[in-house]
């Protein structure tokens, strides 16, 4: 059986120099994979180009044993991401965001299930205010709720914990485990790696532009993660 996303020899350039340099790793559908590096390391630019966000210089990506670009459209109905880039409609307010990604999802009972998102990410009372004036942890929290909306299948997550508070700590990582326990995939970059390593079954570790380890993450510790990251 195929896997859901295979990466074969891929590369990234920016001019003379090497962002990624050949790329190699399976993920499998189920899997909660960190990827860890030290900063500088080409993690976010990894997943921009996984997220098809960005071209690879070189290099071949297969989504369910087709080429990612000829199964695009797929691809992009069943992921679902958290980027630097929050890719919120800034003059509009949370409600009308949702409703905007919830249509071109599909999403049945749209109106009530914008309700429950937003009690569930604490901002029903900003629900009429721009998303311009929402503070950095306010705005992580509706692109948390723009993924509980849209229910994708995988998951591909940069730096999620990044502005939230503990509260919200908590209730994110009860959507992840529960995201995953129901059979859903991730992909994740944090420097959070206790909470991390909560979740993942597998980790990867980035270092000079290339996967140097592969491991599971079973008994890992976060002392052993930073060890990975000092070799």
């Given at each position: 059986m195929s896997a859901l996303l295979n990466l074969e020899s891929v590369s990234k350039?920016?001019?003379f120099r090497n962002i990624l340099n050949n790329i190699n790793f399976s993920l499998d559908t189920g899997e909660f994979v960190m990827l860890i590096g030290n900063n500088g390391a080409g993690k976010s630019t990894l997943l921009r180009i996984i997220s098809s966000l960005m071209k690879p210089s070189n290099g071949e990506i297969t989504f369910r044993g087709t080429n990612q670009k000829d199964n695009l459209l797929e691809w992009l109905q069943i992921m679902g991401s958290i980027t630097h880039e929050n890719r919120l409609y800034a003059d509009l307010n949370s409600i009308d965001n949702?409703?905007?990604y919830g249509t071109l999802y599909g999403v049945e009972e749209l109106n009530s299930k914008i309700d429950a998102v937003l009690a569930k990410i604490d901002l029903?009372?900003?629900?009429?205010?721009p998303v311009r004036n929402f503070s950095s942890g306010m705005t992580k929290r509706l692109m948390i709720g723009r993924l509980m909306l849209c229910k994708p299948e995988i998951l591909i997550l940069d730096e999620p914990y990044t502005g939230l508070d503990q509260n919200s700590f908590r209730w994110f990582q009860e959507y992840l485990r529960e995201f995953h326990q129901q059979g859903g995939t991730v992909l994740m970059v944090t420097h959070q790696i206790e909470l991390g390593l909560e979740l993942a079954t597998r980790v990867l570790v980035l270092h000079r532009q290339n996967i140097k380890h592969d491991i599971s993450s079973a008994g890992l510790s976060v002392?052993?993660?930073?060890a990975l990251l000092e070799e």
């Open positions: 350039r920016f001019g949702l409703r905007l029903s009372h900003v629900s009429q205010l002392e052993r993660c930073s």
